[in-house]
């Protein structure tokens, strides 16, 4: 049995940053990386079923798409106990949006066959929440969004898995497998990595793809395969608010001017 | 510990050989830190050697100028070399940045743009202070002098002559205000905001708080300032206002006599106030001890002046919370320490467990809990076995395992074992664990997180760089605490 768990690499920033020159990102000067919050969740549920009872079969593969720098966090992965990695690039990926990392991510799914794929709920950088459901429409796989809880046996043909709603109320939905589903945070509690496994997952290999070594047409690569195009980035421009600053009985007779003067009396 | 432990011919030559191989781990590193903190301890050379690790990227530079944690003279060094806004904006905004590296932003032609952010930094020198004080012409510089914990009494008093109603209050606040500059700001305002802070100032001058205000703000004031007269706080205590009586209560100068009444004031917290004083009389103990309120209760369970017969009726107290507090007294005793180690709450338990004068059968009974808040206050007792620590060591709780970690007589054997734990802040912590030996921590060298290899790198520049560093010992000690704790300005 395997589980394949789609990870990201996300971007954090600090208090002041810049645009790039061409005004569609933030200059990578200002970029902080880490492993998406979310896949620390999707990585340990599968931990959880690889190491729970009928789980010695289990494999489980992490995946991502992006440039090298993104080895860093398939290693962190690899420490905590990930059976394998793979990263899957090429200069063309560079424009893809959501939906391009799905298409790439759904062509790799067809190649390993899981029976399983977790992904976390969202990105905490750009926040598209989409990566994991448009990958279940592309594959054609049974889905279930933002799960709080899972119940599967490996090796089962059906899953048990209570989805989060709205206004703190909770769904039980049984699901067939295989099937995509996209985890919430506090499902489970994350693992540090040991240091014996960090040491360890430096020397193991990760295995590089590209689109076309997945059979993916051209038209389906990159900025050709995303349904959107970022145009600019941008921060918007500081609004009216203001500090109104002195003593309780100035900032009350400075706020009474500014209602007189919207009201027209002043 | 002592800088260098032996210097003997061979231990020089290996303090030497580590140094080395320290200052070519952090060239080769891929981030600029364990540079960082190398930087302050290497000689002239080695330094120039480090700087391009340091400050050849402007990803580093943007990194380290936003550091709080690198030493002053990284950062001195960086202002000479940024070449660009943001970074001297990070410089100035970081509370480590020290005199000289905000001397040179200044110099730099960065007047306007950072006088803000100089003028709030409390290491911008007092002649930089004084020229904006005189000069600066925008509200938020004149507001960043008055906030500013090193502004000066003769800042301040400058900034007051230019009679700005909006920073009266905040020049009221701040500590370094003299009694001259109050008694003018008293004078120049009636407002009630500022005259209550100035009531609340260390230099509040004598005259001012020799009469009743009319405002409750300033009452409060009044009531909370230690060199009040004890007629007039004992007045204070007696207010129709609920936070004016609460200040007198809690006002150490109150003479207790005065505060008789406050036992039974319709406020509980009133009533609260009284059960934490210090100077608290048995009979009044007595009065509170079964208040209706449960906090007043926890309080005075907690007072030191508290007798022990009535901890001993706050031991059966319904309220799990009161029962904790008696577990913290100071003088809490031994047969009753026994008995709420037994308590049916284990949060009552993890107080107990907690304490450095548990007797042991107590403390081996509490570490045979398995609530993990009983174990952390086992594995933080001074008290617990090595063998009980070695147990907790390996726990599946992190919370117990750092207890372990933080308490200071966990021998070597187990830190040993703690230094290898998945959390890296708890590897940070054993680093600086005084039972750990040099050996031990050089073995650290390699660990994979940066925030652990900095505390390893650090430890070692401070130890081997000696020979190296100019810098006078007693400097040296300042650097490696970097950010005394800084005096809190009190606001109402």
Avoid at chain 1, 111 to 118: C, S
């Amino acid at each position: 049995m395997k589980i394949l768990v789609t990870i990201k690499q996300v971007s954090s920033l600090d208090e002041d940053f810049e645009i790039r020159e061409d005004g569609r990102d933030v200059d990578p000067d200002f970029l902080l990386h880490d492993l998406n919050e979310w896949d620390n969740y999707s990585l340990e549920e599968a931990m959880r079923l690889k190491e729970g009872p009928g789980g010695d079969g289990i494999e489980v593969v992490v995946a991502t798409v992006g440039p090298d720098s993104t080895d860093e966090e398939l290693r962190k992965c690899l420490a905590k106990g990930a059976d394998r990695a793979i990263r899957v690039w090429s200069d063309e990926l560079e424009e893809c949006d959501a939906i391009g990392v799905s298409r790439v991510l759904a062509a790799l799914a067809r190649k390993e066959a899981p029976d399983l794929i977790f992904a976390g709920v969202q990105a905490s950088d750009h926040a598209f929440g989409a990566t994991g459901m448009a990958m279940a429409g592309l594959l054609g796989l049974p889905h279930a969004a933002v799960v709080a809880a899972l119940e599967y046996e490996p090796g089962g043909k059906t899953a048990m898995v209570r989805r989060e709603l709205e206004g703190g109320t909770y769904a039980s939905v049984r699901i067939d497998c295989p099937a995509v589903l996209t985890l919430q945070l506090g499902i489970n509690t994350p693992r540090y990595a040991s240091l014996r496994g960090i040491k360890q997952a430096a020397q193991r290999p990760i295995e590089l793809l590209d689109p076309a070594s997945l059979g993916m047409p051209s038209d389906e690569i990159g900025a050709a395969g995303s349904l959107s195009r970022v145009r600019r980035m941008y921060v918007p421009e500081k609004g009216r608010a203001q500090m109104i600053a002195g003593t309780p009985a100035e900032q009350a007779a400075r706020l009474a001017q500014i209602i007189k003067e919207f009201r027209g009396e002043a | 510990m002592t800088r260098s432990p032996s210097s003997s011919p061979r231990s020089v030559a290996a303090s030497q050989r580590h140094w080395l191989e320290l200052l070519r781990r952090a060239r080769a590193s891929d981030e600029p830190f364990s540079a960082a903190a190398l930087y302050p301890h290497a000689s002239e050379q080695q330094r120039r050697c480090l700087e391009p690790r340091l400050f050849g990227a402007r990803r580093d530079r943007l990194l380290l100028a936003s550091a709080a944690f690198v030493a002053p003279a990284v950062l001195e060094r960086l202002a000479c070399l940024v070449d660009d806004a943001t970074q001297r904006t990070r410089i100035a905004r970081n509370p480590a940045a020290p005199a000289e590296a905000l001397t040179r932003l200044w110099c730099d032609g960065a007047r306007t743009s950072l006088a803000p952010l100089l003028a709030r930094h409390p290491n911008t020198p007092r002649a930089i202070l004084a020229e904006l004080g005189e000069a600066a012409a925008d509200l938020d510089t004149l507001c960043a002098l008055c906030e500013n914990t090193g502004s000066s009494s003769d800042v301040l008093a400058t900034v007051e002559q230019r009679r700005i109603p909006v920073l009266q209050r905040l020049l009221a606040v701040n500590l370094a205000t003299d009694g001259a500059t109050l008694m003018a700001l008293w004078r120049a305002t009636d407002e009630e905001a500022v005259r209550a802070q100035i009531l609340l100032h260390d230099h509040c001058p004598d005259t001012l708080l020799q009469t009743l205000p009319a405002s409750p703000l300033e009452r409060r004031c009044l009531a909370r300032h230690a060199r009040t007269p004890a007629a007039l706080l004992a007045r204070l205590a007696g207010d129709a206002d609920v936070a004016v009586r609460r200040a007198a209560t809690a006002n150490p100068a109150t003479p207790i006599a005065a505060v008789v009444a406050s036992c039974f004031d319709t406020d509980e917290a009133v009533r609260r106030t009284v059960a934490a004083r210090r100077d608290l009389s048995v009979t009044l103990a007595a009065c509170l001890a079964d208040d209706v309120d449960d906090w007043v209760r926890r309080v005075l369970a907690r007072n030191p002046a508290c007798p022990t017969y009535l901890l001993e009726r706050a031991s059966a107290d319904p309220v799990l919370e009161v029962r904790r507090s008696v577990a913290r007294h100071p003088a809490c005793p031994a047969s009753l320490l026994d008995r709420l180690s037994r308590d049916a709450a284990t949060w009552v338990q993890a107080a107990v467990a907690y304490r450095d004068d548990l007797p042991l059968v107590v403390l081996r009974r509490l570490a045979r809990s398995t609530d993990v808040d009983v174990l952390a206050g086992v594995g933080r007792n001074p008290m617990t076995s090595t063998s009980r620590l070695a147990r907790l060591a390996v726990h599946e709780c992190a919370d117990v395992r750092r207890a372990v970690i933080l308490n200071r007589q966990t021998p070597r054997a187990i830190l040993r074992v703690l230094r290898q734990d998945p959390y890296p802040l708890h590897r940070a912590l054993a680093v600086d664990h005084p039972n750990l030996t040099d050996a031990d921590r050089w073995r650290m060298r390699e660990d994979p997180d940066v925030q652990v290899r900095y505390r390893v790198f650090h430890h070692f520049a401070w130890r081997l760089g000696a020979a190296a560093d100019p810098v006078p010992a007693d400097a040296m000690q300042h650097e490696h605490h970097p950010h005394p704790a800084q005096e809190k300005m009190e606001t109402i």
